[in-house]
């Protein structure tokens, strides 16, 4: 009975070349670790361009020039420390990489993945992902504004017992933040004072029969990366046209007095 041959995605050959350059070991330890013929996998690594790997094994802790050029990536200390980080690595990215290849990668057996993958979710785990679901939905109710104290205080009402300390670490760990609202600012005018107030000479009237006979002018502010900007306007009630305008960092008399002195230089307005 003819055997029939295995065929390998590119992506594979790369992750196997891959694990023999990175890891320093031979390419029969790599090889049986796959499941691969030496010569298979030697001709794979020849044809990345390894130098030397035709004829020899790379000895640990040697360094080739593919090496350095194309492999800078290190894997991650911290997974190969931890059984439980490296099996849900492998787990997420079980779709893109072979299994076993991961395994060896990340240092842990193959057998060990499968018996953390079938053994049953523990009280803890599923205990977190009731919490986080919890948190999730006090976060969209609060439409994206409740930060970790307001939240516990929210699940101690519906009756959770969850320390405010792990809601805190449960929302930084998942990107769960609070939406800052911008700073609130209080109004240009101000009407609770004893100062004497000017008289109202339009009476609501907003009609001119002729230019520079009624001059209306405001105040206002607006946000900047570098601050708030104060505005300062004097507007021709007949042309409605800005004839004055002053911009500072303050809202102070000089404000008003800096656009009033423009309209006047500008315009030129006649006695009365």
């Not at 079938?118 to 785990?125: E, H, I, N």
């Not at 002018?217 to 004055?244: C, H, N, Q």
């Amino acid at each position: 009975m003819e055997r029939q041959r295995r065929s390998f995605t590119e992506e594979y050959k790369r992750q196997a070349v891959e694990l023999v350059v990175s890891s320093g070991r031979s390419i029969t330890s790599v090889g049986k670790e796959l499941g691969l013929r030496d010569s298979v996998l030697r001709r794979w690594v020849d044809k990345s361009g390894g130098p030397g790997f035709g004829d020899r094994p790379v000895a640990p802790g040697e360094r080739t020039a593919a090496h350095g050029a194309r492999h800078s990536k290190k894997v991650d200390r911290d997974l190969c420390r931890n059984p439980d980080m490296s099996f849900r690595f492998i787990e997420d990215h079980r779709d893109a990489y072979p299994v076993r290849l991961m395994c060896a990668v990340l240092e842990v057996s193959p057998a060990g993945y499968y018996a953390w993958r079938d053994r049953p979710v523990s009280k803890r785990t599923k205990s977190n992902a009731a919490l986080l679901a919890a948190i999730r939905q006090v976060h969209q109710d609060s439409n994206g504004r409740y930060g970790s104290p307001r939240v516990h205080a929210v699940l101690r009402r519906q009756g959770r017992g969850a320390s405010r300390g792990r809601i805190e670490r449960m929302m930084r760990r998942h990107g769960i933040r609070a939406i800052r609202a911008p700073p609130r600012r209080v109004g240009t005018t101000d009407s609770r004072h004893n100062l004497p107030i000017a008289p109202n000479l339009i009476a609501r009237d907003f009609s001119a029969p002729v230019p520079n006979r009624i001059w209306l002018a405001d105040i206002t502010y607006i946000p900047t990366a570098e601050g708030w900007l104060y505005l300062a306007a004097v507007m021709d009630l007949f042309s409605r046209k800005i004839v004055g305008w002053a911009m500072r960092d303050h809202m102070q008399v000089e404000l008003a007095a800096a656009a009033l002195t423009m309209a006047i230089q500008q315009q030129r307005p006649q006695p009365g």
